[in-house]
């Protein structure tokens, strides 16, 4: 059963969360959505990299660095709300990229079998059957 929206925005703040306790390497208080990643939990600027890996190994994407802004940085809030639009980049294009296999691979069998020829794969060479 895929995963709802709210089921998947709390993987994430449950994975910033942990990765969080990692980076910085001490008890946290427990967090909300509103706490503040610099200001009140400490992060700095070499723990952003390191809890950036963590996320990305942690749900599995890898997340555009140009696209990366400070203000994503605020809370953990904005945070979730950045590795979410992210993750869901990652999902439409892989989507994308499967209907396009999918597609060439539909046109092939069509070719087959409208020529009786025999197609490879790559579509470069036909044999006939």
Do not use: C, N, W
Not at 27 to 51: I, N, W, Y
Not at 61 to 69: A, C, G, M, N, Q
Not at 86 to 106: D, G, I, L, S, W
Request: aromatic fraction near 4%; charge should be negative; hydrophobic fraction near 45%.
């Amino acid at each position: 059963m895929p995963e709802t929206t709210g089921t998947h925005r709390e993987r994430i703040v449950v994975q910033i969360s942990a990765a969080l306790g990692d980076v910085l390497d001490h008890e946290l208080p427990a967090l909300s959505e509103g706490s503040r990643l610099f200001d009140e939990l400490g992060l700095d600027s070499t723990g952003v990299f390191e809890l950036l890996m963590r996320l990305e190994e942690s749900l599995d994407i890898e997340f555009d660095t140009d696209s990366l802004e400070m203000a994503h940085f605020a809370s953990v809030g904005s945070l979730a709300d950045f590795v979410a639009a992210e993750a869901t980049e990652a999902t439409e294009a892989t989507e994308a990229t499967e209907v396009t296999e999918a597609t060439k691979a539909t046109e092939a069998v069509r070719v087959t079998g409208a020529t009786g020829a025999v197609v490879e794969a790559a579509g470069a060479t036909e044999a006939d059957g």
